[in-house]
């Protein structure tokens, strides 16, 4: 098992011009590009296919991986990945879990149940990082989401307590 969590920080800069990262970019957009990058490399390096039995959770909903998923399963040189790998890359992206913390954006949340499934997908694994009110916007943002009683039980406790072997 693997706990994936990004290390930028503002002393990243953005932009070659710049000796750091301005505006808080390197959390707000670096974090969730870092997560991404990690999990890109796993799978297209071969790594997950060489590990099937590696558990990765990536915090903050698995960074752009939902949001852009059509373009990682096309895979680096497009046609080039679905020669090198076994399986078609998403298979291995779905492979991964996610945490809920995303502060608050109803239609991210649903965007990483989509992709991932409410059977990868675990509530507070990046708790008490954020702003005050974070926990009952992502309580919200679940509730809202249209899931059954027993994916929503899975998120907030039966995932965890699955991955992890705890009661």
């Not at 752009?64 to 990682?72: C, D, G, I």
């Not at 046609?79 to 239609?107: E, I, N, V």
Request: charged share 20%; glycine share 10%.
């Amino acid at each position: 098992m693997i706990w994936l969590h990004p290390t930028r920080d503002a002393a990243w800069p953005d932009y070659p011009t710049e000796r750091e990262s301005d505006f808080g970019i390197w959390w707000s957009l670096g974090w969730p590009y870092e997560t991404a990058a990690a999990l890109s490399r796993l799978v297209y390096s071969g790594q997950m296919d060489r590990h099937p039995r590696l558990r990765v959770i990536a915090h903050h909903g698995g960074g752009m991986v939902p949001h852009f998923s059509a373009r990682l399963a096309m895979g680096p040189g497009h046609r080039q990945t679905k020669d090198s790998l076994p399986l078609p890359p998403l298979d291995y992206f779905h492979r991964f879990y996610a945490d809920t913390a995303l502060f608050g954006a109803p239609h991210a949340v649903r965007c990483v149940l989509e992709f991932f499934g409410a059977e990868h997908v675990l509530f507070g694994t990046d708790t008490p990082l954020g702003p005050p009110g974070a926990i009952d916007d992502t309580v919200a943002d679940l509730d809202a989401a249209g899931l059954t009683a027993a994916e929503l039980a899975a998120v907030y406790a039966g995932n965890a307590q699955r991955l992890l072997g705890v009661r």
